[in-house]
């Protein structure tokens, strides 16, 4: 069991970055916010190829939530209001639309305002990257 859950984001990602600091300013939850850039993903339990493709919640017993999913438990750990709309998030059918508003606007982040132009190319082929 770990201390805390921990948000894994794509530190090289203007957009996903901005989402995340907006996200720590307004909801008030305890957990290790980390760019999967400088993560220890094996000791998380996950890999760098899931980590480009979505956004993770890891939660304390060590389940593994991706997209939409991860964030509406984030949410859910907020508690307050947070909680009701990190529930709804995860019940169909309004799932089901909280994934594909998720997979258009993180396939087409390199567009979003904030976004940098590392966000269009894949994580091995990113300036600094190693390999």
């Given at each position: 069991?770990?201390?805390r859950p921990v948000l894994v984001y794509d530190g090289d990602?203007?957009?996903c970055?901005?989402?995340?600091?907006?996200?720590?300013r307004r909801v008030p939850v305890d957990a290790?916010?980390?760019a999967f850039q400088f993560a220890d993903?094996?000791?998380?339990g996950t890999t760098a190829e899931r980590a480009e493709h979505e956004v993770l919640w890891i939660d304390r017993a060590g389940r593994i939530s991706g997209g939409a999913e991860a964030i509406g438990r984030l949410l859910t750990a907020a508690g307050g209001p947070w909680r009701a709309l990190g529930?709804?998030?995860r019940v169909p059918p309004v799932s089901w639309a909280a994934h594909v508003v998720y997979r258009l606007v993180a396939n087409n982040r390199q567009r979003m305002?904030?976004?940098t132009a590392a966000c269009a190319l894949p994580?091995?082929?990113?300036p600094g990257a190693s390999g």
């Open positions: 069991m770990r201390e990602c203007g957009f970055t901005s989402s995340v600091r907006f996200l720590e290790t916010v980390v993903l094996d000791a998380l529930v709804l998030m305002p904030g976004s994580a091995a082929r990113r």
